[in-house]
């Protein structure tokens, strides 16, 4: 009976049906750019902390709000030198932020930031996600390259397991080989070649990739002949 029931569903209610939750499809995967976004971090613990540490490449733009904080995230604005606000929170600490991360372990705040928060605000609220309106997914990164993976709050846990099974397909190089497709992908664009070679090119060096150095500018001293020969 369970195997007909299960015929009829579709993947996601499949995954809820078993998991028995309810998988929120309201949120829309995108990169955002934070650049001279106004930042407001709420709280002073572990959870502000680990907040902190995803946002540190935009930490001139930081102001954690937080009567007092731990130890080590003490430490990390010290070191990064984040703007600390040594009280409890009021609107006027947000009223202007563009993203406001609440995080801290007091419902009575979580529920004043949320009530006050500007309409136009991202909010990331970590004692309740779906309270807010932006998740931070776990995330994978190696230079340009950027994976983000969400449950939709179905399974942290196989979120985690998936992020070290993509970790392992990944080699140590690919960092340095994504740098070459950005600069090999620059360098096409200015070819006098067709769009079908420019086209082909591009999928050859992703179908068989090349990890060498050495054989990344082989095969730019190659295509600059061989552009050469189409002028």
Known sequence: MIFCQLACLDSISILQYILGVEINM???????????????????????????IRLLPFKENITIVSPALDKSLRQLIELHNVYWLQTTCQQEHF?????????????????????????????????????????????IQKGKLQIAISTGGASP????????????????QYEQYIDFLFEARQLIKQLNISVATRKQLLHEIVEKPIYSKKDQQVWFEKLKKTNVMHD
């Open 26 to 52: 309201n949120y829309l995967p995108l990169f955002l750019n934070l650049q001279n976004k106004q930042i407001v971090i709420i709280g002073g613990g572990q959870v502000a902390e680990r907040r902190l």
């Open 95 to 139: 009223k202007k932020a563009d993203l406001i991360v609440i995080a801290t372990n007091d419902p009575i705040t979580n529920q004043y930031v949320l009530e006050n928060a500007p309409t136009s605000a991202w909010i990331n609220a970590a004692h309740q996600a779906e309270a807010g309106n932006i998740h931070f997914p776990i995330t």
């Open 157 to 172: 846990i196989l979120a985690k397991k998936l992020k070290k099974s993509l970790e392992a397909e990944l080699p140590d």
